[in-house]
């Protein structure tokens, strides 16, 4: 435990050689004060936090070992039922199934995207702060509002994508998209990579700024072509960015929610039920709220392996000062 | 300068990049138009002319979202939601993130620590719980409760993002004021925050997007209605009976707008927020 402060604190210690002459020259009184300010300046985030984060977290795994109804004041404990229902939960095993293709589709699609628009960007000069405005803006707007127009597109007998089907000729393609088991899910997941490309987009963009030139120029002037350039120059120098970018969005496809939960609520017929649509409805909808949190936390801890990736790239990230 | 750009395209960025970049930001930029052309279509040009774009003009789908849909209400009501969460982030996170970039105190390893956690640990985990929690504190259906708990779930972002701006503050500053007989207080308050205003703006603006975007907190504990904001407004009203377009095309620009407005004017900022939020952590 004694070690434990100086990881914490190493990096908030202001240059390293000023740092420590300047503490060891502050005041014993100035030293006081600054605790006293401190502990006053910490205080509302950590009530904050404690209250409305850290309690509900412990409450959470309280809920997982117990059987609670929403009711009873003291629920029974039941162990570790929670998990071996969710073992046996065939509902639960094809909403994780729909998670994983939502994990897969929705991350390698908007890094291909994403990555594409960027380059064709790249060096681009006129209209170029337009492009970058407009290709993030989906990823900015509500979620909710992009479900609801995205909705009218897919319609079946008003809808845009049946009607541009229809004009080159695809018209035995029309369906209602969100309609159908076999194309809902694919019908959302199309919407998230819409939204989720501009984020892919702009951070490697900024990450193709720093490529050195000269070193695509000397591959250039040594006759590789587009694609060796591509592959051999320049992806491995956005590596690093392009890899947290990757994490970020495996990330935010475990939890997802929200676009699903409004353009399907999970159907038709649970083909677009992910684990985040069934556990709110097994707690809010179905009162199982143990088995809901169990579900939760699951979801969160299945992430925690990408988080810990994701903070160990960052950590090289910055230590070869490419943290942007 | 554009040596860098000639430097990987083949030659000039040619005409068949700009058609491509173009079709590009036509496709991504649709869904938008398609919402601005139906809201000011009349309702009958909506219902009869379903693909025509612009094709009459009418405020009528405004005003029925207004009047007949509620959406007055929900605007004021996301306003309510998402300005005191805001400012809420702003303030603790600037104190924090000065105390964890300057300052040394007792239990900084444990605050330190809960900082990271609230990194690490989405809303998701602990929705359920945090739903009778809230209910037995009295604070469901209530704009307090509703707006702290908005504001936690972005304090542990705003506190890293505000540590970062102090820690790159030189200290010769500090032992200057502190020369000058300034307390820690004064140091903090008149010397440090000034200099970190950029931050402060660009923190308010990306917070203030995240929470007037956020659907899932007010769905869970607004229950009763009496409160809610725009989004939450929008998908009852799809949920609701068979609805017509144009007062919901409508509703989504009311929605919508206010981001659009202020994601246009402060691109840089948001941006910056959300690539900091992402690739610092």
């Known amino acids: 435990m004694t070690a434990a402060p100086a990881p914490a604190a190493a990096p908030t210690v202001p240059g390293p050689r000023r740092g420590r002459r300047a503490r060891s020259g502050v005041s014993e009184a100035t030293r006081r004060q600054q605790a006293r300010l401190g502990v006053l300046l910490v205080a509302p985030a950590v009530v904050l936090m404690s209250v409305f984060l850290v309690f509900p977290v412990l409450n959470a795994v309280y809920y997982v070992f117990v059987d609670f109804d929403g009711l009873d004041t003291t629920p029974p404990f039941v162990g570790l039922d929670n998990f071996t229902e969710l073992a046996r939960d065939r509902d639960m095993w094809a909403a994780a199934w729909n998670n994983v293709i939502w994990i897969v589709l929705g991350t390698i699609g908007p890094l291909v995207l994403g990555l594409a628009m960027a380059l064709l960007l790249w060096g681009v000069r006129r209209g170029s702060t337009f492009y970058r405005v407009v290709f993030f803006l989906p990823y900015v707007l509500p979620q909710v509002a992009v479900g609801v127009v995205w909705g009218w597109i897919y319609a079946p007998t008003r809808g845009w994508l049946n009607r541009g089907l229809e004009a080159v000729g695809l018209g035995g393609l029309a369906r209602g998209w969100l309609g159908d088991p076999h194309t809902a899910l694919y019908a959302v997941l199309g919407t998230a990579i819409w939204t989720a490309t501009g984020f892919v987009f702009v951070i490697v963009l900024a990450a193709l700024r720093n490529v050195a030139a000269e070193l695509v120029d000397a591959a250039m002037l040594d006759g590789a072509s587009y694609l060796q350039r591509l592959r051999y120059v320049v992806l491995p120098q956005i590596m690093p960015v392009f890899l947290m970018v990757t994490a970020l969005t495996l990330i935010g496809g475990f939890a997802v929610f929200d676009i699903v939960f409004v353009m399907t609520g999970g159907g038709p017929a649970n083909a677009t039920e992910v684990l985040g649509t069934y556990a709110y409805s097994n707690a809010f909808q179905l009162s199982r709220i143990s088995y809901g949190t169990t579900l939760a936390l699951v979801v969160t801890a299945l992430a925690v392996p990408v988080a810990v990736w994701l903070n160990r790239l960052q950590r090289r990230a910055s230590t070869e000062g490419l943290g942007a | ?281």
Do not use: C
């Open chain 2, 1 to 281: 300068m554009s040596r860098r750009g000639r430097a990987y395209a083949p030659g000039r960025p040619g005409i068949g990049r700009h058609l491509t970049l173009a079709l590009l930001a036509l496709i991504t930029l649709f869904p938008v138009v398609l919402v601005v052309s139906t809201t000011l279509k009349s309702t009958q040009d909506v219902r009869a002319n379903p693909f025509g774009l612009f094709s009459s003009f009418s405020l009528e789908n405004l005003d029925t979202a207004w009047t007949v849909g509620d959406f007055d209400s929900y605007l004021l009501n996301s306003v309510l939601l998402s300005v005191p969460s805001t400012l809420i982030v702003v303030v603790a996170s600037t104190m924090a993130g000065y105390a964890f970039a300057r300052l040394p105190f007792p239990g900084r390893t444990v605050a330190f620590y809960l900082v990271v956690f609230g990194l690490l640990v989405p809303f998701f985990a602990y929705m359920v719980p945090l739903y009778f929690q809230m209910r037995s504190m009295g604070l469901l259906d209530s704009l307090i409760g509703v707006n702290l708990v908005l504001a936690t779930t972005q304090l542990s972002f705003g506190t890293w993002f505000m540590r970062a701006f102090f820690a790159d503050l030189p200290t010769e500053l500090e032992q200057a004021g502190r020369m000058d007989g300034a307390s820690e207080w004064q140091l903090f308050r008149q010397v440090m925050v000034p200099l970190v205003t950029s931050g402060m703006g660009a923190l308010a603006v990306f917070t203030f997007l995240q929470q007037w975007n956020n659907f899932l907190v007010p769905l869970l504990y607004m229950p009763g209605g009496g409160y809610r904001p725009l989004t939450l407004g929008l998908y009852l009203f799809i949920g609701g009976r068979s609805v017509d377009i144009g007062p919901l095309a409508a509703g989504t620009l009311i929605t919508i707008l206010p981001v659009v407005v202020l994601y246009v004017v402060l691109q840089r900022q948001v941006t910056a927020g959300f690539l900091s939020g992402a690739v610092k952590g």
